[in-house]
DNA sequence: GATGAATGAGCTTTCATTCAT
DNA sequence: AATGAATGAAAGCTCATTCAT
C-alpha cells in the first residue's frame, strides 16, 4: 500500500508533469510548481531532492503508465495487424485525454538531453514503454504477419511517425483532430511493416 | 554579394547551430557563443539584437539548407520511389555530415516552442524545408505512384520517421549507422504511401 | 499590527531612499542597495519585485509621511497666516532632518519621469501630500484670508519656492541655514497669497 | 565668426537638448543622438569627448540664451513691477517655444548632480543666467520697488515658482495654458518681493 | 573628419537550493 | 513535514568609449 509520502510525490508528479509540459522544462520554475499545489517551495525539497531528479520521475511514470496501456494490447488474442491500430488509437487517445504525457515525452524528455544524461541512459527511464514496443514487433515476426527487420527501423517508424503526428497536433497545423487520422496511419505503419 | 556583416552572421550562426545543437538552448549562455568565436559580448548583439532572434534566424537557415537539397532532388527526373530513396539518403547525410543541424531542428527547434511562438507561427521559418516535401509528394501522387491522401499524415511519417531515427541514434541506441538503413526506411516509407 | 516582513520593507524603502536620494535613481545599484543592508542581491526581490516599483513605494511613503505633517498643522485652531509659517517650518525642517525625503522628492521624483509614468499617473503617488496643501489653501480661502485664485498657482508658488530654496541649500548655494530663512519666506508667500 | 566645426557643435548641442530633455540623461544613449543626427557614433566624440561633457555644454547654452532674454528686459527703463512681469513673460514663453531649454534645466541639470559636478561647481555653469536676475533685484532695491532681503530668498521665490509652474504644466496639470497665468504669478511675486 | 565594429564592465533580474524556525 | 526568507552565482543585455580603417 501506498505510504502519504508516496501519495504526495505523485501528485508532485502530476503538477510538475503539467507544467513542464506547458511551458518546457527551463521555464517552469521550483516556485511555480509549489505554487501550483500551494505547497511551500522548501517542502518540496522534502520530497524531491533537486529539479532533475523530479524531471526523471516524470519521465518514469510516464513510461510506466504507457506501458500498462501497451501490456493490456498486447495480451490479447489479436491478429498483429488489429494490434497495430489499437497501439496508434491508445497513443491518440492518451494525446488527447493526457496531452501532457506525450508532449513531455517529445519536448521535454527527448529534448533535454543534459537534464537525463545521467540516470536514464540508454533508454533505463522509458524501459516500461520501449519493452512492448519490442513485444509487439517480435509477436508479429513470431506470427508471420511483420517482417523480421532490425527492430529500431520500425521503432523509429512506430515512434517517430506517432510523435511527429502528435506534434504536428500540438502546433495546430493538422486540419483534422487525431483521431480521423488513426486509419490512415495504422495502415501506413502495418504496410510499411508486414512481410 | 555579401557584406562583411552578412558574413559575420553567418560565422556567428554557425556556431551558435553548433553549440545549442550540443548543449541545448538554454544551456548554451551568449557568453558561451562569443567565447567560442573569440568575439566579446557586446558585439555578438551587433548582429543579434537578442538570444531568440538567433535562435530564430539559425532554424531559417537549416530550412533554406535543407530545402536546397530537396529542390535538387525533386527537379530530376526520376520515379517517387527513387526520389523517395534520395531523400532519405540526404538526411541521413546531413545527419552525419551536419549532425548540428538535424539536431537542432529536432531539439531546440521543435522542443522550445516558447522561443520561435512569435516570427515563427505555423511553419513560416521552415517554410523552405516543408514546401519542397509538399512537392515531392503531389508529384507522387499525380505521377500515380503516391495514394492520394492527407498531406500531413504523410508529412507526419516522413519527418516523424527520420528524425526518430536520427534521434535513436544521437542516443546511441541504435547498433548501426545510419546509412545501412536507407534501404529498409525508404523501403517502409515507399510501401506505406504508395497506391 | 506590521508583520516582520511589512517591517523588512521599511527598512529597505529606508535604505533606498538614502541611496537614490544621494546618488541618483541610475547610478544607485540593486547591488549597493543590498550591500548597505548586508543583504543578499537576490533577497532584496523578495520584497520588492524591481527597481521601479521600489522607486514607487518609497515616493509613497514620502508623500504620506509629509501628508501626516501638514495634516496635524491643518487641524489646528490658528490663522492661515501662522498656517503657513508652520508649514514652511516643517518643510525646512525635514528638509534639515531627513533631507533624503526631500531630495528624493526633488531629483528622484520630479526629475525621472520615465520610472514613474506608469503607476504614479497625474498625481497619484504624492496624493496625501497635495491633498494636504489643498485642504491649507481652501481653508484660507473659506476664512478669507487668501485670494480665491488658482489652486494650481498658488501650489507652484509653495512648492516650487520651498523646493527652491533646499535645492539651492543642497548646492551649499546659500549663505544662511534654511530656519534663518523661515521669517522672509513665509512672509514672502503669505503676502503673495492673501487677499 | 564661427567656424565649421562650432556650427556643428550647436547642431549637436540641439539635437542632445532635445533628446536629454524629452528622455532624461540616462535612458538618451550617444547613440540616439547620434542617430537623430544621421552622423556615426564614433563622430561624436570628434566634438564632445565625453557624455558629461556635452551635457554641461548644454547647461551653459542654455543659461546664455536665458541670459540674453533677460539683459534685453534688464537694460529697458521700466519700473521693477514691469520687469517683474516681462520676465515671467519670457520664461513661459520659453517654455512654450522651447521646452526642451526649460525642460532640461529642470529635470536634467537640477537634479544629475553627480554628471554636474566636476565644472559647474556652484552656479559656474548658469552663471549667464544668475548674473541677471541678480541685476533684475538690485536694481529693484536701488530704485525703492523692492525690500532689501537676502537675495536668494527672492531668487528661490522666482526661480522655483516658474520652475514649478512649467513642471506642473509638464505632468498635465495645469487645467489653462501657462500663458493664462503670467498676471496672478507675477502678481504674486511682486507682492512677496515689493517694499 | 567620418565610420561603425569592437570592447568589457556593469546592470537588472532570475532561480535552484539551503536553512532557521 | 512545512514554511518562506535568504543566498549567490549566473544570465541576458546595454552602452560609453575606443580604434582600425
Redesign the interface.
Known sequence: MKTKKELKKEIIIQAALELFSK?????TTIPDIAQSLKMSVGNMYNYFKSKDILAKEIIKHISHYLGEQLKSINEKEISTEEKTKQIVTVYFQTANLKPEMIDYF???F?????VFKEGCE??ICVNDFVTEIMIYFEDGVKNGELRD??F??A???F???????V??KG?N????NLDS?ID??SS??Y???KV
Open positions: 511551458k518546457g522544462f527551463y521555464t517529445l519536448r521535454v527527448l529534448s533535454n538531453r543534459e540508454g533508454m527487420q532490425d529500431f527501423s521503432f523509429g517508424l515512434m517517430g511517425y506517432l510523435g511527429g503526428m506534434f504536428l502546433e497545423i493538422l486540419p483534422n487520422y490512415d496511419i501506413n505503419i504496410k510499411a511493416l
